[in-house]
């Protein structure tokens, strides 16, 4: 079974940074890809940033130029490097993973999901 697990969350003043890690699924993370996705209270999980298994990215318009989603495979952990954050970027973070070179955001695409890192901007 794959675990994930994330780390990173905090509590941060608006114009501040975080930066996410997620430990990924052991020797072959190489050959999964993976993502970020958010969900704040009320509303739908989003995905904010999304990176392959040949390490092509794509974002949330909403995200795109503060975040920046990168993977060490020498580690097996993947990053999101969060910066300018704002109050809207409150949320409960997690990582998720999919075998195979995938690129998207798509929830129903990812069948493997960390326990989730809570973000909070004031």
């Known amino acids: 079974d794959v675990q994930l697990v994330e780390s990173g969350g905090g509590s941060v003043q608006a114009g501040g940074s975080l930066r996410l890690s997620c430990a990924g699924p052991g020797y072959t993370a190489y050959q999964y890809s993976w993502a970020w996705f958010r969900q704040a209270p009320g509303k739908e999980r989003e995905g904010v940033a999304a990176v392959d298994s040949d390490g092509r990215t794509s974002y949330a318009d909403s995200v795109k130029g503060r975040f920046t989603i990168s993977k060490d495979n020498t580690k097996n952990t993947l990053y999101l490097q969060m910066n300018s954050l704002k109050p809207e970027d409150t949320a409960m973070y997690y990582c998720?993973?999919?075998?195979?070179?995938?690129?998207?955001?798509?929830?129903?695409?990812?069948?493997?999901w960390g326990q989730g890192t809570q973000v909070t901007v004031s």
């Open positions: 998720a993973a999919t075998l195979g070179s995938w690129l998207t955001r798509a929830n129903a695409d990812f069948g493997y």
